[in-house]
């Protein structure tokens, strides 16, 4: 059976500027892809050719098999039952919510639209703002709005363009995962552009992070913080330290983190590694006999995320109960767990572990 949507090999050029190269992915019915990566990279890009805004030059897309670009080709946006929902919602501010919504069903008689729209106020939980305006709305309300009239016409394929950037920053994690699970509940076929891993990690089922127009990793959002492929991918994942350390004759971790054993791992005396440490790769331990010093904190409710450095200057991540309370300049006793650390070798391919 055919993949629901289908990159292969996609390239997109913009006069002599190839934007977008070598991108093949594929998504299952039902599934939540995500374009992830910093600015520039390529996703609007990517995310335009899929709606058929842009041409490519090279490559194939398909929907459910059927080739909607190719280099010299391509099937207009409004043929492709491609659904989009744009960054600053773009909803029709004269148009009342139930219009808004019905605009994409022009072609359906009138009963079944009415019935349509009603349904799509379920759906997003709208139904007693069906006469509402756009500006009468939170901005969590317009977006559902903007979701209800992108599935309206029952696309195969939503494609969601930042949707969560014009909200507060409280609110977009929480939006994710609730349109995650609308869209889960639907079964609808999506994909999501946005630059920020969170919003990612909330929503995707497998995410395409971009590095300047091609795919460094497609991956679970899982495997992306556990099993970064790179140490660019590592960075935009962030929440770590990536260190340079070097292995001594007993095959230890060098001066500073002298009393990081490498357990299972062998690696030969005088080698310098990579090592990405997360903060759950350090613990709080007061038995411990290693302190390294406060150089900040962030205060997360449950948890501070402390900045610690290191006997040599380099400094990692440790999260700890904010109980803890260990002011800049103090000490914390800590104690490293290695089991799940990253080991970049020095050509950026992570070890077996
Ligand atoms: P952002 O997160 O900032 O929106 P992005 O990852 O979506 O970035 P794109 O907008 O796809 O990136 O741009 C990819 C590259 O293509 C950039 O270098 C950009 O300058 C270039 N580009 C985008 N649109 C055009 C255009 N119409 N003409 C020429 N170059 C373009």
């Known amino acids: 059976m055919s993949s629901q949507l289908a990159l292969e090999n996609v390239a997109v050029a913009y006069g002599s500027f190839t934007?977008?190269?070598?991108?093949?992915?594929?998504?299952?019915?039902?599934?939540?892809?995500?374009?992830?990566?910093?600015?520039?990279?390529?996703?609007?890009?990517?995310?335009?050719?899929?709606?058929?805004?842009?041409?490519?030059?090279?490559?194939?897309?398909?929907?459910r098999g059927d080739t909607i670009s190719q280099p010299g080709a391509m099937l207009p946006p409004e043929r492709r039952r491609v659904g989009m929902v744009f960054q600053d919602f773009a909803l029709f501010p004269h148009l009342s919510v139930a219009r808004n919504i019905a605009f994409g069903l022009a072609a359906m008689p009138a009963a079944e639209r009415q019935q349509r729209v009603a349904q799509m106020l379920e759906l997003v939980s709208l139904e007693t703002y069906a006469n509402a305006y756009p500006h009468e709305l939170s901005g969590g309300q317009q977006q559902r709005v903007a979701l209800a009239r992108a599935l309206a016409p029952a696309p195969e394929v939503l494609l969601l363009d930042e949707p969560f950037s014009s909200l507060d920053s409280e609110l977009r994690e929480q939006l994710a995962g609730e349109v995650r699970e609308l869209l889960k509940r639907n079964g609808v076929t999506a994909i999501l552009v946005t630059h920020d891993q969170h919003e990612a990690f909330a929503m995707a089922d497998r995410i395409a992070l971009l590095r300047q127009g091609r795919v460094a990793q497609l991956d679970t959002p899982y495997n992306l913080y556990h099993n970064p492929g790179s140490e660019f991918v590592a960075e935009f994942i962030g929440q770590g330290s990536i260190l340079t350390v070097?292995?001594?004759?007993?095959?230890?971790?060098?001066?500073?983190?002298?009393?990081?054993?490498?357990?299972?791992?062998?690696?030969?005396?005088?080698?310098?590694?990579?090592?990405?440490?997360?903060?759950?790769?350090?613990?709080?331990?007061?038995h411990s006999q290693l302190s390294l010093v406060v150089r900040g904190r962030s205060f997360r409710g449950a948890h501070y995320l402390y900045d610690l450095v290191l006997p040599d200057g380099q400094h990692v991540p440790c999260l700890a109960p904010s109980h803890i309370d260990v002011p800049p300049g103090g000490q914390l006793p800590v104690r490293f767990n290695l089991q799940h650390v990253v080991v970049f070798e020095p050509d950026t391919t992570p070890a077996e572990s």
């Not at 991108?23 to 709606?51: D, N, Y």
């Not at 500073?256 to 350090?282: F, K, N, S, Y």
Request: hydrophobic share 35%.
């Open 19 to 63: 934007a977008v190269s070598g991108v093949s992915l594929t998504l299952e019915s039902g599934e939540i892809g995500c374009l992830l990566g910093p600015s520039g990279c390529g996703k609007t890009t990517l995310l335009r050719a899929i709606a058929g805004f842009e041409s490519i030059s090279a490559g194939r897309i398909s929907l």
């Open 246 to 286: 070097s292995v001594n004759e007993a095959g230890e971790l060098n001066d500073g983190l002298g009393m990081l054993d490498m357990g299972h791992r062998h690696w030969q005396a005088g080698e310098t590694l990579r090592l990405l440490v997360r903060p759950d790769d350090i613990e709080y331990d007061e």
